[in-house]
């Protein structure tokens, strides 16, 4: 591994431990990761405002706002734009779209938000961030993390389920299986020894081996 390569690895955000903190305006004024304590953070990024693609996904993060609130969880999307150009996109997709986005953007022209969290990709652009997400629980450790290219659309209710699915991991122990949606069953975490492995298949559980059992919640 090159130097330059270690030095880009070390600044990379990692998941399971503390999120970058950050002070930035933002369309709601000031905010700060603290800000945020004791709730759910979704925090994305957009190459740029008054673009079709970050448009389509802002107006789907808006109508999905209820459902990340009912789950303890804001939104606050960023891209390198000026707080001017943030406001006048916002009053752009009211007026055009009738949508109102409830949740704030970050003006991040020094990049440093998007620097510290890995958001600019130079394969991609060296001055846009590309579509980057990412989830922060309510004690600021990051939980995940999903980049995607400048050209293609996020799915927002791939988020919505991927909050659930850890709000469920970390109330109940478990794991979710592929396409988990909530009222699945659940899986049970494996065995760590010989004698668990016995004590599983008699547990009552849905096992279709030592190792692979599930069970509704």
Not at 97 to 108: A, L, Q, S, V
Not at 135 to 163: H, K, Q, T
Not at 185 to 194: A, G, H, L
Request: with cysteine; hydrophobic share 40%.
């Amino acid at each position: 591994m090159s130097e330059n390569t270690e030095q880009a690895v070390r600044g990379m955000p990692r998941i399971n431990e503390p999120a970058p903190a950050f002070e930035a305006k933002t369309t709601h004024g000031v905010k700060k990761l603290a800000d945020y304590k004791g709730k759910w953070l979704v925090l994305f990024s957009h190459p740029a405002d008054f673009t079709p693609v970050c448009t389509t996904e802002f107006t789907a993060f808006a109508r999905a706002y209820p459902e990340f609130q009912k789950l303890n969880t804001e939104l606050l999307g960023l891209s390198i734009d000026s707080h001017y150009a943030h406001v006048a996109w916002v009053r752009n997709i009211k007026e055009k779209f009738g949508i109102d986005i409830p949740f704030p953007i970050i003006e991040d022209l020094s990049m440093k938000v998007a620097n510290a969290y890995g958001m600019i990709q130079p394969g991609a652009s060296d001055t846009s961030a590309v579509r980057a997400t990412f989830i922060i629980d309510p004690n600021g450790m990051l939980r995940a993390m999903v980049y995607y290219p400048m050209s293609n659309g996020r799915s927002i209710p791939e988020f919505l389920r991927l909050v659930q699915a850890l709000q469920t991991s970390d109330a109940h122990k478990v794991a979710t299986p592929e396409g988990w949606q909530p009222g699945d069953k659940v899986i049970v975490p494996p065995p760590q020894s010989v004698q668990e492995a016995e004590e599983r298949m008699a547990a009552g559980y849905e096992c279709t081996d030592w190792y692979f059992c599930k069970k509704a919640l």
